[in-house]
């Protein structure tokens, strides 16, 4: 039985393989199966070709994240936690995160020749309209391994995709 973290990886790939038929045709980019570190997440191809795929999730604040990963009892989100995270503007309860996980995939080194960075936010209230709209905030580090770096926008594929190097 795979984990929970396995289950989400294999989503944002399949979510992503699903946005991509639609932007460039079907067939185009196939994920194949998930990969052990120190290799990428996900052993895919694109054209043809081998290509492996380094997969990251964004929730916003901590309690977002227990919230939208359905924590409960002692997991849960407590109602002062989830008090304060409605106090965070939205641009910041996403915006930090995910310029903090780009910043930490930067640094990691992986055994792959080709390779691409695919975050999902699992935020339900932002779009690839937001995402665009706040754009200018995102800071992808100015060294970094990867081939290409993609933002499946929200939980869905309707949510639309972000193409950010």
């Not at 901590?62 to 304060?84: C, F, V």
């Amino acid at each position: 039985m795979r984990n929970e973290h396995q289950k989400l990886e294999i989503g944002a790939l399949n979510q992503f393989s699903e946005v991509l038929a639609v932007l460039l045709g079907e067939g185009k980019f196939v994920f194949h199966e998930l990969r052990d570190p120190p290799q990428p997440d996900g052993y895919c191809s694109f054209d043809g070709q081998p290509l492996h795929v380094e997969v990251g999730h964004i929730y916003g604040t901590r309690s977002d994240a227990k919230r939208l990963l359905g924590r409960t009892g002692k997991s849960a989100a407590k109602p002062a936690e989830m008090m304060n995270a409605r106090m965070v503007p939205l641009s910041a309860r996403l915006l930090r995160p995910l310029n903090d996980l780009l910043d930490n995939k930067a640094t990691k080194t992986y055994q792959a020749s080709r390779f691409w960075l695919l975050i999902r936010s699992a935020f339900p209230l932002w779009t690839v309209d937001d995402f665009k709209e706040h754009q200018a905030a995102i800071r992808i580090p100015g060294f970094h391994r990867f081939e290409q770096i993609w933002l499946l926008c929200g939980p869905r594929v309707d949510f639309g995709v972000l193409r950010l190097a």
